[in-house]
């Protein structure tokens, strides 16, 4: 998809984190879970130019009020005037909000597929390997079961809150990053770190009595 910039009159409201979701998949000897993220992006066209339009409709009624001399005009008329100086403003916020949310549209689908994120981890029973493989990247990360010591919900250095959980595959080579700290949430990463042990607790158990 080509990259638009941002229209200059469209403030957009776009959460710091992800809505993610995790899909688990099996297959004979393979367990699959594929982990998608993708941002709330909304536009506040609503919200900055429907009360312009509302304002415009109020500007343009008093004008005519001025113009025709409501005041000396019948009560019938000037009842019919009333009813459309409330009206007007409101029709007018809905008609610019959903036509600047129209045209706003491109840009915000845009901005959620730019922000979207993915990684698919494979447990492979019968070759005893785990692999895994972000959108962003081409090529998969293959690690084999017996270089695997354990996998843990870790936090980045500094992170006195705890809050940016990444999900980390302790190797015997090193550390290795699953989710990193956008994709998933806690809970998804602490579940995700009991499945993928259970399966590797399996597969020793299975090879001690072999």
Not at 2 to 11: D, G, K, T, V, Y
Request: hydrophobic share 45%; glycine share 10%.
């Amino acid at each position: 998809m080509s990259q638009i910039e941002r229209p200059w009159w469209l403030l957009v409201n776009k959460s710091a984190g992800l809505v993610t979701t995790v899909q688990e998949a099996h297959l004979p000897g393979e367990q699959t879970f594929i982990v998608r993220g993708e941002p709330v992006v909304q536009g506040l066209a609503w919200l900055t130019w429907g009360p312009a339009g509302a304002l415009l409709g109020i500007l343009l009624m008093t004008g005519a009020a001025i113009a025709f001399d409501i005041s000396e005009q019948p009560w019938g008329l000037k009842f019919v005037f009333i009813a459309a100086f409330m009206g007007v403003p409101a029709l007018l916020w809905g008609a610019v909000a959903g036509l600047t949310t129209r045209l706003a549209r491109r840009y915000l689908d845009e901005a959620r597929e730019a922000g979207r994120q993915s990684c698919t981890i494979r447990l492979n029973q019968p070759k005893a390997q785990l692999s895994f493989q972000a959108d962003s990247s081409s090529v998969a990360t293959t690690v084999a079961y017996g270089d695997i010591q354990q996998p843990e919900v870790t936090y980045p250095i500094g992170d006195r809150g705890g809050k940016r959980a990444l999900l980390t595959l302790q190797t015997k080579q090193g550390p290795l990053t699953l989710l990193n700290e956008t994709l998933g949430s806690q809970t998804q990463k602490t579940d995700l770190a009991e499945k993928i042990e259970a399966v590797l607790a399996a597969y020793h158990q299975k090879k001690s009595r072999d």
